[in-house]
């Protein structure tokens, strides 16, 4: 198809798909599986930022009064809307992401359950009561504190779980009674504009829920508009450096990068442990923020863990994303595969060798495990988001401790052991945000707080958590 006849899709704003300004310069969406353009992502800019902001600023001045059961009502009925249009939604993912259909109807899923999850938070949350008359100035004094919303907040997310990791900035910030206004990747934005027509013909008040189109200009243009108060990104460290700049004095929370380590000890279920690490390593080809990256390895059970996870690896279906028994399907882009085994390279070059060689198509990347690699070299120290994994042994827990920190990274961490003192030493020493044990660090929940300590970034995730995130603390004090 000639790059003219391509749809192209913009802003979803006034409860209603804008059309674009500039439509050959719209960025090109291409199909991870084939290579190809299959539409063009109009850039909003300035402009479309200025029309949406404003827009929901409306909005939020027009339903802010809302009743608690008024916002419990629109979380669930968007997630039977989304149910409803799970599979369409689903196959929207598989062709724009590159994820395998089986997964992408499982985020589907997960992104109804969210916003179900969140309603039924609501029925939960209050404020608190101040005692304030611990000192005597305070006798005669009664203060209380709530949680208020910002006004309009954005969302910015990424491509690898566009529905679910989007549905979890929505429903927070609507729950705690703002407009959000969402930038969605770029591989993601037919999906968002997809849920936001789907919310709007639910119910939805108009720009409640509103989304921008672009790259990088659209995503600084909102995260530093002066009537966005709060913003929520998911993504890179590196861009999430620049809209934490470009937001300035504003809440700005942030789950970034990571290089996850998963640790299994001597005593633990070597073949289990290989198995869940293993899928947490390389489904999905590795392109999650808490893929397992660095295994660290007791030495008394090194081989035998090779030898499982290796099998492990080579059980798993590297194929099209439309296969529903495709484990593996393609990278998001041929520059995200080229990246990948520049890193296997680097290792390469280091000392590191293969115990299971990746092998490279135009549109994939089969599992790649490396021992041997330093601590110099990218895969170490970088986010690979990719399906490569490295193992290594360590003498003790002291040396795990060591090597698991060693990382500007600390988003989600594992350990698999079946001595409880040990998993309680990583829960005090190892610097992540959230440990699991015995479960890899791919393993996640909703209603926990998820984020990260050191550079993988600030604030939490997770129903309660996203509210409160969303949400203002306004104490009042009376005389009485």
Not at 22 to 33: C, F, K, R, S
Not at 338 to 367: H, N, W, Y
Not at 432 to 450: I, S
Not at 452 to 471: C, L, P
Request: with cysteine.
């Amino acid at each position: 198809m000639n790059r003219s006849q391509l749809p192209v899709f913009a802003d979803f704003v006034g409860g209603k798909l804008v059309a674009a300004d500039h439509a050959a310069d719209g960025l090109d969406l291409i199909a991870p599986q084939s290579g190809q353009s299959i539409a063009r992502i109009a850039e909003s800019g300035k402009a479309g930022v200025d029309r949406a902001v404003a827009a929901a600023s409306v909005a939020f001045a027009a339903n802010r009064k809302q009743p608690t059961h008024q916002r419990i009502a629109w979380l669930n009925t968007a997630a039977g809307a989304l149910r409803k249009a799970g599979d369409d939604i689903a196959s929207l993912i598989c062709e724009d992401v590159g994820k395998p259909i089986r997964m992408a109807r499982f985020e589907v899923k997960r992104g109804a359950e969210f916003l179900e999850l969140t309603a039924a938070a609501l029925t939960q949350l209050g404020g608190e009561t101040l005692p304030l008359d611990i000192t005597a100035p305070g006798t005669g004094h009664i203060g209380f504190v709530r949680h208020v919303p910002y006004g309009v907040v954005a969302g910015i997310t990424p491509f690898n779980a566009p529905v679910n990791l989007l549905v979890q900035k929505i429903a927070p910030a609507i729950a705690a009674g703002n407009a959000i206004v969402a930038k969605p990747a770029l591989a993601g934005t037919r999906a968002a504009l997809r849920l936001a027509q789907l919310f709007h013909d639910a119910g939805w008040p108009r720009d409640l829920f509103s989304v921008v189109t672009g790259d990088r200009e659209t995503a600084l243009a909102l995260a530093s508009h002066r009537d966005v108060r709060a913003v929520s990104f998911t993504g890179g460290t590196v861009a999430g450096d620049a809209l934490a700049r470009a937001a300035g004095a504003k809440k700005f929370v942030a789950e970034l990068g990571s290089n996850a380590a998963n640790i299994v000890m001597a005593d633990a279920d070597i073949e289990t442990a290989a198995k869940k690490i293993a899928s947490a390593a390389f489904e999905a080809s590795g392109q999650q923020c808490i893929s397992a990256q660095r295994i660290l390895v007791a030495r008394p059970v090194l081989d035998d863990f090779l030898r499982h996870f290796a099998a492990a690896a080579q059980a798993l279906k590297v194929g099209k994303a439309e296969d529903p028994t495709t484990d593996i399907g393609p990278m998001v882009s041929k520059a995200s595969g080229t990246r990948v085994m520049a890193m296997c390279e680097d290792a390469l070059a280091k000392g590191a060798r293969f115990i299971l060689q990746p092998r490279q198509t135009e549109a994939t990347i089969s599992p790649g495990i490396l021992t041997g690699v330093p601590t110099d070299a990218r895969l170490w120290c970088e986010e690979v988001f990719g399906p490569l994994a490295l193992v290594t042994a360590f003498e003790d827990i002291d040396d795990a401790l060591r090597m698991a920190n060693d990382s500007e990274f600390g988003l989600q961490g594992a350990v698999f052991t079946r001595d409880l003192a040990a998993a309680l030493r990583f829960s005090d020493d190892f610097d992540v945000g959230a440990l699991w044990v015995n479960e890899a660090t791919r393993f996640r929940l909703d209603n926990y707080p998820f984020g990260g300590m050191k550079r993988s970034g600030v604030g939490r995730e997770g129903v309660r958590y996203a509210i409160e995130e969303f949400s203002q603390i306004k104490f009042t004090g009376i005389t009485i």
